[in-house]
Every structure is written in structure tokens, then in C-alpha cells.
């Protein structure tokens, strides 16, 4: 079981604001001293940068940044730290990824996303098609979040790229991709499978070589960590194929007038200093997370998800329309009130003390797809409590109430 | 903090006054903001510089309708160059609350649309 009480100790938000009902960890996560500690610890007493100074502050940071890497190997079971890329967010891993494959795709050659993803992995891969002339092909969800019952059709000998996410931004579901990718290899062995794990990787056990995809990308922000960082983790066969990014400093092995060696995985695609601080504190993230168990988190968020939904549906019946399947299977709920704007509900509900999202939550073709202008987002983390619910359901009782529905 | 819902906005994003089309416009424009959804059809029916009348349609919040609604009230009779003169802080004035940057956004979609209407 999760101790909620116990956990809130842990994040100093709720030091000054007790009863602040936070469900926006969808969009990042709270923080917990561990991590604000670290990064803190950094700055104040060890802040040099790394792979550089041979003095003893220098080697301390190289250390723990590097520490980080082992444990995110670990954590995804990923085969080697050659893996690992650290990026900013999973934005900029899918940016660095379609980069990468750029060079191999021509003309003709087809990449397949879903409607439902988020638009850090559906622009990239569009405007990439644009370019390049590629067939840009989309699978359709219905509005339980299942995929086309057909989507297998369009899949095919030229297909290149799929690209999904392993829980939907807004639709909460989580998708079978062991089973996605069976199917997938099973028609076309050399497809290359990337998987949005933004969402999932905060709570829902990772294993990439199980999973059997070829690039997994998502964010620490989003799992308790800073802000601005992210990784990449890809097979490093296939990263070995991929051209660098960004050119600069830390990813050179020689430069001469001529021509420059690139330095070897993972440090060729890390060009720049990068958010040491953010890096090393990441670390105590993961730590955080495995001391109280992603399957304990995962249980409580979902419990939390169902009750929430159960609870909407039974106190607004008609007047509520729910995004996604009657079974939740992540923390995340996104309804709307009908004949209430999202950003109304949002605005009365923070009067209450509460922050959940409105809008469309970087889905817009998704939202387009169900015929929703807006919608309101609540999700469920680790100190999330049931109070949490009837606190909200409660709010929103006051929202119908003010515009008489 | 005090909430941004008083009975006067809510009244207004109920029953929006000057809701619905204008066949003796002008003037015409849609906007939206892709962001939040909203869009918004302005109507005017201009004469000798003023504003004769005025009418809008469209989907929105609560903020965006009474915002909306109040302007065009406002607006109903005022002369072209006086309407040039509003601002932010006339919206605010009118709405009679404080709203944080974000939502602003909302409150000002019908100003731009009545400026860009009248500038033609």
C-alpha cells in the first residue's frame, strides 16, 4: 500500500499548501526533497563540469553523472550505458531520434504513427515526411482508445518507422506493445519501433529488450526528476548507424582543420555541457521511485483513476463525457463537463485549490478525431490521495451548480 | 482570491447579448485561438463612423462569451475612433475582474476581432 501521509512528507510543496489537491503529473510531476537536494548539492558544492578537469570536484560530478546513467540503464534494463542518451526532454530524444533516421528513408518509404499521440511524436515524424516525400500514414483510435481493429493493414514492406507511445497522453490508456511489436515484426522484421514512454515510465515497469522495440525515449520531469532533462535509450547497433545531432564540444574524439572523429556512444550525441545539476539529480528520482515500488504506484494511481471515474460517472451521468476506456489503466482521466468550457472548469477548480489541465494537451488531432474543442485532464500520482477524488468531485458538483447544467 | 465568476460574467456567458448574425453588416471576421478552441464571428454595421450595430457568434468559455457580450454592448453607438482607443485594461474594466495571463487570452479574442473589424 501506498502511504500517502508519509509521502507528502517527502515533497516540500505541500510544506506551506497542505491541502493542495495537485493532478496535473501528467504534465510534470512534483518534486521530492531527495531530488531538490541533490541538485542543490551540486550547485553549492561540486559544480564542475564534467569529462574535463582532472581536480577532485571535476571528478565527483563526472562520477554521479555518470552514476545516473547506470541506474537508467538499470531502471529500463537496457543492455548497456552506450544506450543511454541524456537529452533535455522526450521532445528533444524524438527530435534527436528523426534526425537520425532522416538519412536512411527516401522517398516513398512509410512511416506509420497513431492519431492519439502526443505532438512531440506526431509533428516530427510529419514534417520529416513533408521533407523527405515519405508516406505519412496515421492509425485511427475509437473513443475507448483501441486502435483500429484493421490498423495491421497498414503495415506494410515499405513501412520503415512506427512510432507510439506506451500510455496516451490523454486517452490513459496503455498500449500492449509487446504485443504491437510481435505483430509488427511479424509482417515487416525491419521496422524500427520507437515508443513514447513519457507517460509510462514513472510507473509501469520498463523493460526495453522484453518490450522488443528499438528506441524509447521519455523525460525525468515527469518521474519526480528536474525539469530539462531526458533520455533516448536505442539499440546501440542502431545508434551506431545514426549521424550526430548537434556538433560541438563533448562529442569529439580529434578535430584537425580537415576533418573531426566523433567520440564513441553515448557521448556522441551529447554535444555541449549539459544539465549536469539536472542529470546527477535524476538519480535520486529513480532511488525514490524503486524505494516505494513502481507496482505499488502504478496500482494506487490506477485505483485512484478508476475511482475518479466511477465517482464522474455516477454523480454526472449524462452530463459528463469521459475520454478513453471504462477500465482505466493509468493515472490519467480526461472528461469534459458538457456545456462547460475546460478552461472554466480548470479556473473553478483552482479557486478550489485543485490544478488539473485544460485544452487540448499537445493532442489537438486526437481531439479533432473525437470532436472535443477542449478538455479537462486530472491525473493521479503517488501522493495522490482518495480525499483527492471526493475533493474534486466536489469542485466539480460547484461547477455544474454555477452554470446551471 | 476572489473568483472571477460573478454573477455578472456568468449572466453574460449565459445569455450573451448580442448573440447571432447581422444581416445588415459591413463588416465581417472570424478568429479563433487554436490554443483553447474558441473561435469568434464579429458582425458590425458601420455608418458615417459609428458603430450602428454590432453582432457576434461563436464557441467559448464563460470569459470569452461575457467578454464578448459586454463589448459589444459597449461598443453599440460609439464612434470608430473612440473604439480604437480600447485596451486591455477597458476589458478588464468592463469584465469588473482580475484575470491571470492566461486567461486574458480569452477575454481578449473579442477586442482583436472588433479592432481588426473596425481598422478595415
Known sequence: MIDVIEIKKDFPIFKDNADFVYLDSTATSLKPSSVIRAMSEYYSHYSANIFRGVYDISERSTKEYEETRSLVKEFIHASSEAEIIFTRNTTESINLFVNGMSDRLQRGDEIVTVISEHHSNFVPWQQLAQKKGLIFKIIDVDKTGTWQEDWQSLITKKTKVLATSHVSNVLGTLNPIRQIIKDIKKINPDIVILVDGAQAVGSVSVDVQALGCDAYVFSAHKMLGPTGVGVLWAKEELLDTLPPYQFGGEMIRSVTPQKTV???????????????AGVIAFKQAILYLQGKGLKKIYDHEVALAQDFYNKLNNTFGKDVTIIGPAQRASGIVAFTINGVHAHDVAQILNEDNIAVRAGHHCAMPLHDRLGVEASVRASFYLYNSFDDVDTIVRSLIKVRKMFNK | MASIYQEIILQHAESPHNFGRLPSSTNKI??????????????????????????????????????ASLLTDFAKGKKIDELRALDKTSIIKLLGVELGPNRLKCALLPLEALQKLIHK
Open chain 1, 262 to 276: 566523433f567520440a564513441n556512444l553515448p557521448h556522441r550525441f551529447e554535444a555541449g555541457t549539459p544539465h549536469i
Open chain 2, 30 to 67: 472570424v478568429l479563433d485561438n487554436p490554443l483553447c478552441g474558441d473561435v469568434i464571428q464579429m458582425e458590425v454595421e458601420i455608418r458615417g463612423k459609428i458603430v450602428t450595430d454590432i453582432k457576434f457568434t461563436g464557441k467559448g468559455c464563460a470569459i470569452s462569451k461575457a467578454s
